[in-house]
């Protein structure tokens, strides 16, 4: 895919308040870059590739248990962080521009909940939430908050430990033993505990993709803001406007 060369910030935006100016019921879709000004990385460069070593699959999580040890010390010093951001103009922004009766509806690739910090009303997290997790034996769901705690009971000599932050309260953690690290399980079951969120190799729940089809078919265009459009749960929408004939 062709990635657009950077432009004057003043002839964009008047650009693009030229072309919202005659939708009045658009399908938007967001993606990692709209997050990076509140401090959360992206996934991918200016051409389209991994920045870093492509995140962990639905299959390793599941069956892995040093990849889900090195998922789950990873995202106990990520965390916080994220945990910490805050919307920037970006998602302030489509909040006004829904709060204007503009937006028929906004679907977000992320998982940092900062369009509804920032007050955007029924958006569709395509990709689910990193701030709750989910017991993949009872269906017991905690705030990750409360399964922070007991990653870091469990694992105290990693407390304090810095490192460059990723995508996805992820951070870059090297030379660290994995093998040493300990996984709570469930407290009802013992199951295992995962992020509430759709890993890569792992399908968006069919009701989701049901939601954001339905209104794009109520939509006279669609705007993608901060995304490649690389991974296919977000393209499929993008392809789906064009044949449409929706001004994209």
Known sequence: MAIAPPVDAEDASQALADWLAPHRRLFVLTGAGCSTASGIPDYRDSDGGWKRSAPITWQAFGSDPLARARYWARSQVGWPRVAAARPNPAHHALARLQALGRVERLVTQNVDGLHQ???????????????????????????????????????????????????????????????RYRVPGCGDCGG?????????????????????????????????????????????????????????
């Open 192 to 248: 295992l505990i995962k992020p509430d969120v759709v890993f890569f190799g792992e399908n968006v729940p069919r009701e989701r993709v049901a939601d954001a089809s339905s209104a794009l078919a109520r939509a006279d265009a669609m705007l993608v803001v901060g995304s490649s459009l690389m991974v296919y749960s977000g393209y499929r929408f993008a392809r789906a406007a064009r044949e449409a004939g929706l001004p994209l």
């Open 117 to 179: 910090r920032a007050g955007s009303a029924a958006v569709i997290d395509l990709h689910g939430r990193i701030d709750m997790t989910v017991c993949l034996g009872c269906g017991r769901r905690l705030p990750r908050d409360r399964v922070q705690y007991l990653l870091e009971a469990a694992n105290p000599d990693w407390l304090g430990l810095q490192a460059a932050s990723a995508p996805d309260g992820d951070a870059d953690l090297d030379g660290h033993d994995f093998g």
